[in-house]
């Protein structure tokens, strides 16, 4: 069965430092792979999205990037954070047999910025 | 314009009572698919159903229960004899055949968030 593994579970860290989250995904291979913001009490957000290694789409604008250095291992990343940067991040992976593929999340990561 | 809709922000029931979550949705394409998900107070989102477009028929599983009406554009959700263990963020979820991106982007709505009260 497919699994998807976020890391760190929570994070606490001060304004302009850098930023590394990592997801990955076991028992399935070149799945498509996405990274979502969730503001405290408010819906998602679609950050980027990737369908394939090294190969990234940005929803948003923003100082955040993602790279998929592998086929099952997306990273969001930041050189320097700022306090709107805070927030529950969560990673998702789907099949690529169409649109029918529900996508399935990982346990996210609660980002404080301080 | 929002894509899916989820008018209900906050839905507090007793223990034991029926509540439906509202979801519309907004699309051109003929071909689309409606998802649910549920996100308890840990964080995950839980897969619920996906529906088709082509598919108008409710599906009942266990005291879960959905109604897609395309008439409405509307894909509501009903749980009967809700439990605290319902008590969650729920969304609505729409994927559309129009877009080329190769990925199966999903447009989430902003999610109702249930409370079920013992």
């Known amino acids: 069965s497919q699994t998807i593994h976020q890391w760190p579970a929570t994070l606490v860290q001060p304004v302009g430092s850098p930023l590394s989250l990592e997801c990955t995904v076991e028992g399935t291979s070149n799945p498509n792979l996405y990274w979502y913001r969730q503001a405290a009490g408010r819906g998602l957000q679609l950050l980027f999205y990737s369908v394939g290694i090294g190969q990234i789409s940005s929803e948003v604008p923003q100082n955040l990037s993602a790279s998929r250095p592998q086929d099952r291992q997306f990273i969001l990343s930041s050189k320097k954070l700022l306090l709107s940067d805070s927030g529950f991040y969560l990673c998702?992976?789907?099949?690529?047999?169409?649109?029918?593929?529900?996508?399935?999340f990982g346990d996210g990561t609660r980002l404080s910025i301080l | 314009a929002q894509k899916v809709t989820q008018a209900q922000t906050e839905i507090s029931v007793v223990e034991k009572e029926d509540v439906t979550l509202d979801c519309v949705y907004e699309t051109r394409d003929t071909t689309y698919y409606l998802f649910w998900y549920k996100q308890p107070p840990s964080g995950e989102l839980v897969f619920l159903i996906r529906r088709n477009s082509f598919d108008e028929q409710n599906e009942i599983s266990g005291r879960y229960s959905w109604n897609f009406q395309k008439s409405t554009s509307s894909f509501n959700f009903t749980i009967t004899a809700s439990q605290v263990v319902d008590s969650a963020v729920y969304f609505c979820?729409?994927?559309?055949?129009?877009?080329?991106?190769?990925?199966?982007?999903?447009?989430f709505g902003t999610g109702t968030r249930l409370t079920v009260i013992p």
């Open positions: 979820a729409l994927s559309e055949a129009g877009g080329q991106t190769g990925a199966n982007n999903l447009f």
């Open positions: 998702a992976w789907s099949g690529k047999q169409g649109i029918n593929q529900p996508q399935h």
